[in-house]
């Protein structure tokens, strides 16, 4: 999903965590969640994980050192993002929830049409969300 829908599993992450909660959140809830880590996961995930992956096509020993640290700052900034999420979270309230008893698999399903919108049909959703419900 993170290739063919440019999905931000950080971002699904965060909706199945407020689901689990007993959040439910709308398409603009998701919206703006993303609008608060959108530039960070654009700017400087992305790249990152572009650079380790094109790294690892090349078959030089000498680089999985290189390869090694670019992961290692790759995650970091994975968590700087978790980070401003966790934020984020803290603006919704379980009082103020539109939540039923599978918020987890509505909370993902929303995020992945948002995502899809316009992409085709995506053959994972479906066992995507029966996991989330599990």
């Not at 880590?37 to 654009?42: I, Y």
């Not at 090349?58 to 978790?82: C, H, M, P, W, Y």
């Not at 979270?89 to 049409?113: E, P």
């Amino acid at each position: 999903m993170q290739e063919a829908l440019g999905a931000d599993v950080n971002l699904l992450l965060f909706c199945a965590w407020m689901g689990s909660r007993g959040i439910g959140l709308s398409a603009d809830d998701i919206s703006v969640a993303g609008g608060a880590v959108g530039r960070w996961h654009d700017d400087v995930i992305r790249p990152l994980r572009s650079v380790r992956r094109y790294v690892k096509t090349l078959t030089r020993a000498d680089l999985e050192n290189f390869r090694s640290r670019v992961k290692g700052i790759e995650l970091e900034a994975e968590q700087v993002e978790q980070a401003l999420l966790f934020n984020i979270a803290q603006r919704f309230s379980a009082a103020a929830a539109r939540a039923g008893r599978n918020s987890v698999a509505d909370n993902v399903a929303r995020y992945i049409r948002m995502r899809s919108a316009g992409a085709g049909k995506d053959h994972s959703t479906p066992h995507l969300i029966e996991a989330a419900s599990l």
